[in-house]
């Protein structure tokens, strides 16, 4: 939101424009679950468009949309900052969310057990080396080259103020399980998928154990 904008609550967004990453989403589903707990629906109440974050600052401070959806490293932009605040979060939205996890058949996990837990190995040493405070300053920078960000902008990436990274790698089922539920209740997924049916991190674990 525009800090001396018109939008100061929810109900203010009626008849606006609100802008996503893509329809489905977590930025979208964030956005639905939040607005229908206040009354508000997609199409009745507001307008979703589709946008890339780097072009949600323009969105905004152009009023080309009311509400924009703005993810690390976009929102440590201080210029954007500077002109916006934050109306919600992922975690008001949704609770603590598992969005993001590795997955393959079984059939070739079993085929390929042992080359699979030497890819998690280096998965986790990945993991553990990026977010070691002692690797902060070269772990940025690494990411700002990529992203062609200035480093300055980034100081927030890996540390408490970040999205949590196990450092086994180990995704959190239950977080997932809610995640997916909440897809459900939204309309996102025709069905209920009970994760723990399908989830097994024997591999991940086996990895996790070289480092003890």
């Known amino acids: 939101m525009l800090k001396d904008g018109p939008i100061k609550d929810f109900a203010d967004l009626k008849s606006?424009?609100?802008?996503?990453?893509?329809?489905?989403?977590?930025t979208d589903m964030q956005a639905r679950i939040?607005?229908?707990?206040?009354?508000?629906?997609?199409?009745?109440?507001?307008?979703i468009i589709e946008a890339q974050f780097p072009n949600m600052?323009?969105?905004?401070?152009?009023?080309?949309?009311?509400?924009?959806?703005?993810?690390?490293?976009?929102a440590f932009d201080p210029e954007l900052q500077s002109v916006s605040r934050m109306f919600?979060?992922?975690?008001?939205?949704?609770?603590?969310?598992?969005?993001?996890?590795?997955?393959?058949?079984?059939?070739?996990?079993?085929?390929?057990?042992?080359?699979?837990?030497d890819f998690m190995e280096d998965e986790i040493r990945t993991v553990r080396w990026f977010t070691d405070p002692k690797n902060h300053d070269a772990a940025v920078a690494l990411v700002g080259e990529f992203n062609k960000r200035p480093p300055?902008?980034?100081?927030?990436?890996?540390?408490?103020?970040?999205?949590?990274?196990d450092p086994n790698a180990?995704?959190?089922?239950?977080?997932l399980q809610h995640s997916l539920d909440l897809q459900q209740e939204m309309g996102t997924q025709k069905t209920k998928i009970d994760i723990k049916k399908y989830a097994d991190v024997s591999i991940v674990r086996a990895a996790a154990a070289r480092f003890k």
Do not use: W
């Open 88 to 117: 919600f979060t992922e975690t008001d939205a949704m609770g603590p969310t598992q969005l993001i996890s590795l997955a393959a058949r079984k059939p070739f996990l079993d085929q390929n057990h042992a080359v699979m837990v």
């Open 34 to 47: 939040m607005l229908r707990r206040h009354g508000l629906e997609d199409k009745r109440d507001y307008s």
């Open 57 to 74: 600052k323009a969105l905004l401070t152009q009023g080309k949309a009311a509400m924009v959806a703005i993810a690390p490293p976009f």
């Open 152 to 165: 300055a902008q980034l100081q927030r990436l890996f540390t408490t103020e970040d999205n949590f990274r």
């Open 16 to 26: 606006k424009v609100v802008a996503v990453l893509t329809i489905g989403s977590a």
């Open 170 to 175: 180990e995704p959190n089922l239950v977080a």
